[in-house]
């Protein structure tokens, strides 16, 4: 499989739930990020967990990082309607100082109200 | 808050021809980079450009493709002689220090 596969690929939710996507990765990494896209949009930062980082929050953002299971994920909670997007981690591997970034498929959130 | 432009929006191309597609990244950022994302693919990188100089590149990026910087604020991506499997969203984005990377809102290229 590739580097930064996500799962689920789709999602759906009612308003106020929680909503959990999961990133798997292949390689040592220096950070990982997550990034929302709304369709047909530009990608908009969420969060960076660096890898000696285990969790991080911002918001109603919850990210966990596990670098022994190569894997991380993306808690938003109490979703709302506005958060339909769709979600992409993307890794930037150790060894590079310039930021190249690994996405993965994504995974595509839809909450209804 | 200041963000990432691109321009066009959105360019109709015939195979063969040039383009260029013209980023302005945030004005203090030092790290500047080109994705591009086929229809219902993963975003894809191209290019990374720091210090002038292009600091990594894919090996989608090959010889017909190039960047520049041509003065303090633009930084471009030029296609020499474009295929239709160059029909893609390409997306500019810029970063401080090389951490948290900035999208520009994207050029829909069509290449007919």
């Known amino acids: 499989s590739q580097q930064g596969e996500e799962d689920p690929q789709a999602l759906s939710i009612q308003e106020g739930e929680n909503a959990t996507m999961n990133c798997s990765y292949k390689t040592s990494i220096n950070n990982l990020q997550w990034y929302r896209q709304n369709s047909g949009r530009g990608l908009v930062h969420l969060i960076l967990?660096?890898?000696?980082?285990r969790e991080k929050h911002s918001g109603r953002l919850r990210v966990t990082l596990d670098t022994s299971k190569k894997s991380s994920s993306l808690l938003i909670t109490a979703s709302r309607a506005a958060d339909t997007a769709s979600y992409f981690c993307a890794n930037n591997a150790g060894g590079t100082s310039y930021g190249k970034l690994t996405f993965g498929q994504g995974t595509i959130l839809t909450v209804h109200p | 808050e200041p963000e990432v432009t691109q321009t066009p929006s959105h360019q109709v191309t015939q195979m063969g021809q040039e383009v260029i597609l013209r980023c302005v990244p945030i004005?203090?950022?030092?790290?500047f980079y080109w994705y591009r994302q086929i229809l219902g693919q993963k975003v894809e990188f191209l290019v990374s450009f720091y210090n002038n100089e292009i600091s990594e590149k894919s090996e989608i990026f090959d010889d017909q493709f190039s960047v520049e910087r041509p003065d303090g604020s633009n930084f471009t991506l030029k296609i020499r002689s474009t295929k239709l499997e160059d029909s893609a969203m390409y997306f500019c984005a810029s970063s401080r220090q090389g951490h948290e990377q900035y999208f520009g809102p994207g050029t829909r290229l069509t290449v007919t």
């Open positions: 004005s203090n950022h030092l790290y």
């Open positions: 967990i660096r890898s000696n980082e």
